[in-house]
């Protein structure tokens, strides 16, 4: 065998062990510096970590009650001023707005008093309920609870929340990327 002849022997197999080392190698990397890495999120809403899950029972819901759907919850002091009412109309507005998909979210509203009988009426897709004083205050954040609008899972796991003060659109864009629409 001549010198060039080795030559290319060698490149070959240095050629070689790099196409099969390399992928090996930058797996490896990889997994020992995934916590330093920042890939992103493509949700809008804030995760709640860690997620918090709702017993059904404690609200005097049906024990499958999450078990079909996303819910939108919606926890407001002792009254339903103007700002409630807003939301509540925003929570309406953006179920609606999936069209084919609207009986896959349902909406739930949380009071910490009695609710007035015009909140809820002539509204069929939203359930109330009174939660004064319950255990299922602890899955939200204490008194800031009525800044957000919540998403509950199908296992009844408190995941997101959305500021008042964002853009309800948002809301929106989760849900249909969540619902596997393809739009938003």
């Given at each position: 065998?001549?010198?060039a002849?080795?030559?290319?022997?060698?490149?070959t197999?240095?050629?070689?062990?790099?196409?099969?080392?390399?992928?090996?190698l930058?797996?490896?990397l990889?997994?020992?510096?995934?916590?330093?890495?920042?890939?992103?999120?493509?949700?809008?809403?804030?995760?709640?970590?860690?997620p918090?899950?709702?017993?059904?029972?404690?609200?005097?819901?049906?024990?499958?009650?999450?078990?079909?759907?996303?819910?939108?919850?919606?926890v407001?002091?002792?009254?339903?001023?103007?700002?409630?009412?807003?939301?509540?109309?925003?929570?309406?507005?953006?179920?609606?707005a999936?069209?084919?998909?609207?009986r896959?979210v349902?909406?739930?509203?949380?009071?910490?008093g009695i609710i007035?009988?015009?909140?809820?009426q002539?509204?069929?897709?939203?359930?109330?309920?009174?939660?004064?004083?319950s255990?299922?205050?602890?899955?939200?954040?204490?008194?800031?609870?009525?800044?957000?609008?919540?998403?509950?899972?199908r296992?009844?796991?408190v995941?997101?929340?959305?500021?008042?003060?964002?853009?309800?659109?948002f809301?929106?864009?989760?849900l249909?990327?969540?619902l596997?629409?393809?739009e938003?």
């Open positions: 065998m001549n010198e002849q080795a030559k290319s022997n060698r490149r197999l240095l050629l070689l062990l790099v196409v099969f080392l390399a992928p090996a930058g797996s490896w990889l997994y020992a510096n995934v916590g330093h890495l920042h890939l992103g999120t493509t949700n809008k809403g804030e995760f709640v970590d860690p918090r899950q709702l017993d059904p029972a404690v609200l005097g819901l049906a024990p499958d009650y999450f078990a079909h759907h996303f819910t939108l919850v919606y407001s002091g002792a009254e339903c001023a103007a700002a409630c009412r807003d939301t509540l109309q925003v929570m309406r507005g953006t179920q609606q999936l069209g084919e998909q609207t896959e349902q909406r739930l509203y949380l009071s910490q007035a009988a015009d909140v809820t002539g509204d069929a897709g939203l359930t109330g309920r009174d939660i004064h004083g255990a299922a205050l602890q899955a939200f954040d204490g008194p800031d609870a009525s800044k957000y609008i919540y998403l509950v899972d296992n009844g796991y995941v997101l929340r959305y500021s008042l003060a964002q853009d309800p659109k809301i929106l864009m989760d249909r990327h969540l596997g629409s393809g938003g």
